[in-house]
């Protein structure tokens, strides 16, 4: 750089013509130089050593975050003065603030040392967050578990929520409390919030699908739970699984067993016995949290979700072959869930009968309707 006049600084012609090289133009007005061991600041950002947010920025984000949680709401300050923070623009800031440091983790050098990694820590992530990461894993599980302004649904796996979504869409004017019926102008309105599970979720909040991890959540919904101060949630979580051996399973760590050391657990209808889990219409386990299995069949025999389509629906051939629900199959002959989800159900849902599904949603609808009735 070349310094002319006072206080104004111009890019030297190397420079320059690597810049413009790249594409990319210069403007001057904007053009200063700093010292290496000033607060370098680029367009919000702070990149003396690396990449990150200002401090100001952090502190502000995590005290609204604080507020949050301890009164369900916070305030923002701006030019004209304060107003109600808005929770959708704090997730957008702990988001970006997380997509910083995202990259900086993995661009670190040396590797984490080995005894961080992964895989040593199953689903216990937490002991791997940072301070900031902790942050935003109590702002998503409160959004989504206790703050939350629709009630939460949390299925096994992906291909479950593809099921529940089709139906509803195909079910929408019978059920009124989980969607909004369609009109010409618009597509169906979910009255109800499915997670999405990701790897981000799996590292934040501990959560991926899966009996295993499902119970994992179970164990730990109480200790989070009352770690909120704010006034209690207005809707509830509901847990959707199959009514099969792995509700039991102990070698998974099965979630029945979970149930029976929990007090305050009580089956619906209240005339059932105390743990009959399997026959209950909905299971309320604590708080604002529900459990809703698949109906048992005509025979009393386990179900799984897939077994509440008809024959015919499950008899559908994808490219000359047929659908196996069984994690090991012949990728040859059959085709799996994932296919079945998308390829029949979601893709031909207008032809499907999605009757066999009614009994569940029922269920669901009478947990939500439940915890209406004593939050």
Known sequence: MSLRGKKKYF???????????????INEDKTRIQFKDSRQDVTGLIV???????????????????????????????????????????????????????????????????????????????????????????????????????????????????????????????????????????????????????????????????????????????????????????????????????????????IDTKLKKIDSVTVYPTTLKKDAYREADFIHVMHNFYIVLTPLDSTGKETAIENLFDKSTRDIKVAEKTFNPDKEFDHTKEYGKEVFANKVIKAQKDKINFDGLKPLLDHMVKAINHYDSIK
């Open 11 to 25: 890019v030297g012609k190397k420079l320059r013509n690597l810049i413009e090289k790249s594409g990319f133009f």
């Open 48 to 254: 003396n050593e690396k990449p990150n947010v200002k401090k100001e920025y952090w502190r502000t984000v995590k005290s609204q975050c604080h507020r949050l949680f301890q009164t369900g709401a916070f305030i923002k300050k701006t030019t004209t003065g304060e107003v109600k923070g808005n929770i959708n623009e704090l997730e957008g800031q702990l988001n970006f603030i997380d997509q910083v440091d995202r990259f900086n983790r993995a661009r670190q050098k040396p590797h984490l040392n080995h005894i961080y990694a992964f895989a040593k820590y199953g689903h216990k992530t937490s002991p791997l967050l940072s301070g900031r990461e902790k942050t935003l894993s109590r702002f998503l599980y409160y959004r989504l578990f206790y703050g939350n302004t629709k009630p939460t649904i949390l299925c096994e796996g992906k291909t479950d929520n593809v099921y529940l979504k089709s139906a509803i869409n195909k079910l929408v004017s019978s059920y009124p409390e989980l969607a909004n019926e369609k009109t010409k102008a618009t597509e169906y309105n979910l009255l109800i919030r499915f997670v999405e599970y990701s790897k981000r979720t799996r590292f934040l909040l501990e959560l991926y699908g899966g009996t295993s991890y499902l119970s994992f959540f179970i164990s730990k919904f109480d200790k989070h739970y009352k770690f909120y101060k704010a006034p209690k949630p207005q809707f509830p979580v509901i847990i959707i699984l199959d009514n099969d051996k792995g509700f039991s399973d102990k070698k998974d760590k099965g």
